[in-house]
Structures are given as C-alpha cells and as structure tokens.
C-alpha cells in the first residue's frame, strides 16, 4: 500500500470509475492495520452505489459511518448529515470520505474551509479506462479539472482503478496502465496505485508498481437477478 501523509482521504472521479469499493477497502485496510477510521459519503446524486449501503459491514469492522439521513430508504433526496462537520473536529483517526461523479466538486466545495483548517487532505482522483465518457486520459483529465475548479481543492494523486467488475481479467489491469501512466502526466499528478482484485493479485505481483489488492464488495442492485 502506498505511504500515507494525510488523515483525510477523498475519493472523487466519474460516475461508475469504482469510487465507492475503493473507499470501501482503503477503509477496511486502515482499519486492519489498528487505526480509528471513519467513512463519510458525500454521494449525494447517485442511488446505486452508496457507501451508506455497506455501513453494516463497516460497523461490524468498527468502522463509524456518517451518511445521508435517506440511506437505506426509497427516498432520493440530495442532503448532507450535520455529523459530517464531526470528522473535522476531531484530530484523532483516519477519515475516507466517499464523494459523487461529476458533481464531486459542488459537494466538496462547502468543506473546504473545514478541510484546510484540518491539516489538508489526500485528494484521490480515481480512473476507469474501460468507463464510458472516460475512455481517454484527456478526458479524464477533464473532468478532473472540473471537479478542482468547482470544489477549490487540488487532487494529490491518480488512482487506476481500470476494471471489468467481476470480469476483470490480469490483461486487462496491464492493458490499462499506459491510460492510467499518461491520464496523471497530462494531470501533473503521481499514479499512486493500480487495485488490483484480489484473486489476480500474485498473478500481477512485480509486474505493475504499488498494486493495492481489492475485494468486490460493491454489487450493482441488478447483479442478484441475474444470479
């Protein structure tokens, strides 16, 4: 896993880049490792894939989960929980906050006084090579500047997060990589790490730099019929 500077992490990108798993397991690890952790969704917009809709199985993990009042219900509503100014108040622990797609910068936006006065912040901007309206780096960048310039916030690193859900295969991780390499050089950004699924980790081991394996955790709603 790639050395940590920063208590507060923000995981921001594209509608369906994988946002949500990735601050799912970055949770789950720091959590392992023996650190307080707590994960705040900003998805706002998004119905189907939450954070809040894991918050079981984060808590069982004692993992604390600040989420919109609405989750787990029917009901749509774009909101934010007043609990959420908590995680800059309080100095001890690490904070993953799951923010959404391409509004990412409108919800960041009104936290960024509470953000710099926390110390600053880990600002990962995620990549999908095989999501749609992201099929190029340039059009990742893109998006990438549009969520800076609305939320005032500067990314710190690129994350390759390139998968085929469950159908993800070793070649399609190195497939990804020259995306991945040339997405964060037209960024100007480090690639922090490339995830990797767990059961294609050895396979990939030495072959791609800072490799964070991954467990699918997040399932579209769909995915049970069709099993």
Known sequence: MVRIEHRIHIICGHYGCG????ALNLALTLRRKGEKVTVADLD???PYF???????????????VICPHSAGTTIDAP???????SIFDRPEGHVVIDVGGDDAGAALGRFKRQIEAAGGCEMLYVVNRYRKLVETPEEAVSLLHEVEAASRLKATGVVNNSHLSSLTTAE?????????QEAAREAGL???????PLALYEALKGKVENLFPVELLVQPPWAETLM
């Open 19 to 22: 946002k949500t798993n990735l």
């Open 44 to 46: 706002i917009v998004n």
């Open 79 to 85: 909101q934010i929980n007043a609990e959420i100014f």
């Open 190 to 196: 480090p690639l922090v790490m490339t995830t990797v």
């Open 172 to 180: 399609d991780i190195l497939g990804s990589l020259p995306y991945a």
């Open 50 to 64: 939450r954070t809040a809709d894991y918050k079981e199985v984060l808590e069982k993990q004692g993992v604390r």
